[in-house]
T-cell receptor, first 110, second 115 residues
Framework: AQRVTQPEKLLSVFKGAPVELKCNYS??????LFWYVQYSRQRLQLLLR??SRESIKGFTADLNKGETSFHLKKPFAQEEDSAMYYC????????????FGTGTRLQVTL | EAGVAQSPRYKIIEKRQSVAFWCNPI?????LYWYQQILGQGPKLLIQ????????DSQLPKDRFSAERLKGVDSTLKIQPAKLEDSAVYLC?????????????FGAGTRLSVL
């Protein structure tokens, strides 16, 4: 069965500190991994996906198939990064459903 | 472009009543999804449509939940009769096509409270 694990419900960091939001997955096939973000009073939106290998708002994530991980990182946290972050696992093929983790709330304080 | 529209934003009903949610996807998006998000959990897919056909409804509780997308555009999700455990946010999403690489765009959701 496909599963996404985000071990931390809440991550609190100081402004300017590095951030790492953890995500582990289990899937026997070839995974597609995503990070979605939900800012206060806004809708869920895509932050980045592993296939793009891009940096969005200073965030990066590398797919590590050996460790089945897709951790989200940012070297210097900003106040505006405070939000709920969800890791999601998608599948190749005709169906494209996403399996989401339980989410991590990132709180950036001064 | 306009985003995914959902209504109503909030709904409060008593158990055993029925309720319906409406979703209008982004224009041109062939694939539509309904997710259920219970407090403290991530969204869980209930049903996926490709145009007006069902692609995946394996996690839809079919004894009480139903969904349709008759003309391949708008969709409605119905619960009849509602149970206390159905209290959740119901999210609609759409994507241009199927396939894991397609980005899903989410609506603001409908928050359902069953008393």
């Amino acid at each position: 069965a496909q599963r996404v694990t985000q071990p931390e419900k809440l991550l609190s960091v100081f402004k300017g500190a590095p951030v790492e939001l953890k995500c582990n997955y289990s899937y026997s096939g070839s995974p597609e991994l995503f990070w979605y973000v939900q800012y206060s009073r806004q809708r869920l939106q895509l932050l980045l996906r592993h296939i793009s290998r891009e940096s969005i708002k200073g965030f990066t994530a590398d797919l590590n198939k050996g460790e089945t991980s897709f951790h989200l990182k940012k070297p210097f946290a900003q106040e505006e990064d405070s939000a709920m972050y969800y890791c999601a696992l998608g599948f190749t093929g005709t169906a494209s459903k996403l399996t989401f983790g339980t989410g991590t709330r990132l709180q950036v304080t001064l | 472009e306009a985003g995914v529209a959902q209504s109503p934003r909030y709904k409060i009903i008593e158990k055993r009543q029925s309720v319906a949610f409406w979703c209008n996807p982004i224009s041109g998006h062939a694939t539509l999804y309904w997710y259920q998000q219970i407090l403290g959990q991530g969204p869980k897919l209930l049903i996926q449509f490709q145009n007006n056909g069902v692609v995946d409804d394996s996690q839809l509780p079919k004894d009480r939940f139903s969904a349709e997308r008759l003309k391949g555009v708008d969709s409605t999700l119905k619960i009849q009769p509602a149970k206390l455990e159905d209290s959740a946010v119901y999210l609609c999403a759409s994507s241009r096509a199927t396939g894991g690489k397609n980005i899903q765009y989410f609506g603001a959701g409908t928050r359902l409270s069953v008393l």
